[in-house]
């Protein structure tokens, strides 16, 4: 079954396989399309399940390895000051978490400054940074190449 469901609709939403940072048994790292704020991260559970509730031990299990790997990663590549998950699955119906890097002051990437527009409140889910295709290019590949 776990195979089959790696590709459920919500994985293939976020541009998988295409926007692969990093796969693990249970879990998909993606990049997110549009970036409220820079090395914003799409968490999505490869097991074809619509609630919480129902994943694997070894999904739960596995979710803190990932979590560890994506504070580890981000935060040393862009000094975040807070991170937020939202696991709002109203669109997208299978598990998954918006991973949303947090920054008081403005992160510079590629000669571009990345505004956090909802700061110090919730994430402003309906901005998108814009970055090019060039920049996401790079931001993918400085992810891929920066995860433990």
């Not at 694997?56 to 580890?72: L, N, P, Q, Y």
């Not at 937020?84 to 699955?89: F, I, V």
């Not at 590629?110 to 901005?127: A, F, R, S």
């Amino acid at each position: 079954m776990l195979e089959k469901a790696k590709f459920h609709s919500t994985i293939k939403k976020f541009g998988y396989p295409d926007s692969l940072i990093k796969s693990y048994a249970h879990w998909n790292v993606l990049l997110r399309p549009k970036q409220p704020t820079l090395g914003s991260l799409v968490l999505v559970c490869k097991e074809d399940h619509m609630a919480f509730s129902e994943i694997s031990r070894d999904a739960f299990d596995e979710m803190r390895g990932c979590v560890r790997d994506i504070e580890f990663t981000l935060k040393k590549l862009f000094e975040y000051d807070k991170i937020n998950y939202l696991m709002l699955m109203m669109v997208d119906p299978h598990v998954h978490y918006h991973v949303i890097p947090r920054y008081e002051q403005a992160p510079v990437f590629k000669d571009m400054t990345c505004q956090d527009t909802g700061w110090p409140g919730q994430p402003d889910l309906g901005h998108d940074l814009n970055l090019s295709e060039e920049h996401m290019d790079a931001l993918q590949d400085l992810l891929i190449k920066s995860w433990p």
